[in-house]
Protein backbone atom coordinates (compact mmCIF):
# COMPACT_ATOMS: atom_id res chain seq x y z
CA UNK A 1 0.00 0.00 0.00
CA UNK A 2 2.77 2.36 0.75
CA UNK A 3 4.53 1.78 -2.20
CA UNK A 4 1.08 2.32 -4.20
CA UNK A 5 0.77 5.64 -2.61
CA UNK A 6 4.26 6.96 -3.11
CA UNK A 7 3.89 6.26 -7.09
CA UNK A 8 0.28 8.02 -6.79
CA UNK A 9 2.01 11.02 -5.09
CA UNK A 10 4.61 11.03 -7.29
CA UNK A 11 2.14 12.55 -9.56
CA UNK A 12 0.90 15.30 -7.84
CA UNK A 13 2.58 18.75 -6.16
CA UNK A 14 1.34 18.59 -2.63
CA UNK A 15 2.28 21.54 -0.17
CA UNK A 16 3.82 20.43 3.40
CA UNK A 17 -0.01 20.14 4.68
CA UNK A 18 -1.19 17.55 2.38
CA UNK A 19 -2.89 19.62 -0.27
CA UNK A 20 -3.05 18.67 -3.87
CA UNK A 21 -1.74 21.88 -5.37
CA UNK A 22 -1.32 20.25 -9.30
CA UNK A 23 -0.08 17.56 -11.43
CA UNK A 24 3.78 16.90 -11.12
CA UNK A 25 5.71 17.31 -14.30
CA UNK A 26 5.96 13.45 -13.72
CA UNK A 27 1.85 13.24 -13.76
CA UNK A 28 1.86 15.71 -16.87
CA UNK A 29 3.92 12.25 -18.47
CA UNK A 30 1.82 10.39 -17.42
CA UNK A 31 -1.39 11.62 -18.38
CA UNK A 32 -0.12 12.24 -21.87
CA UNK A 33 0.05 8.56 -22.49
CA UNK A 34 -3.92 7.80 -20.29
CA UNK A 35 -7.08 7.51 -22.43
CA UNK A 36 -10.46 7.80 -19.72
CA UNK A 37 -13.00 5.13 -19.94
CA UNK A 38 -15.87 4.22 -18.56
CA UNK A 39 -17.58 0.66 -17.62
CA UNK A 40 -21.43 -0.43 -18.32
CA UNK A 41 -21.99 0.28 -14.84
CA UNK A 42 -20.56 4.10 -15.16
CA UNK A 43 -17.60 3.73 -13.22
CA UNK A 44 -14.83 6.19 -15.28
CA UNK A 45 -11.36 5.31 -15.03
CA UNK A 46 -7.94 6.00 -16.43
CA UNK A 47 -5.19 3.83 -17.66
CA UNK A 48 -2.03 3.70 -19.82
CA UNK A 49 -1.94 2.21 -23.21
CA UNK A 50 0.34 -0.38 -21.59
CA UNK A 51 -1.52 -1.53 -18.55
CA UNK A 52 -2.81 -4.64 -18.84
CA UNK A 53 -6.58 -5.50 -17.28
CA UNK A 54 -5.27 -9.41 -16.25
CA UNK A 55 -2.54 -7.22 -13.86
CA UNK A 56 -5.50 -5.42 -12.45
CA UNK A 57 -7.34 -7.66 -11.87
CA UNK A 58 -5.07 -9.80 -10.22
CA UNK A 59 -4.85 -6.57 -7.94
CA UNK A 60 -8.22 -6.48 -7.16
CA UNK A 61 -8.45 -10.40 -6.44
CA UNK A 62 -6.08 -9.77 -3.73
CA UNK A 63 -7.57 -6.65 -1.88
CA UNK A 64 -9.41 -7.02 1.52
CA UNK A 65 -12.21 -4.90 2.95
CA UNK A 66 -13.38 -4.72 6.41
CA UNK A 67 -15.74 -2.31 7.44
CA UNK A 68 -17.54 -2.23 10.93
CA UNK A 69 -20.34 0.00 12.35
CA UNK A 70 -20.19 1.06 15.86
Do not use: H, P, V
Request: charged share 30%.
Amino acid sequence: INQTEEARNALLDIDEEGNILSLSQEGEIFIEDCFDSESDDGIRYSKTAAAEYDYIYEIQGQWRLSFSMN
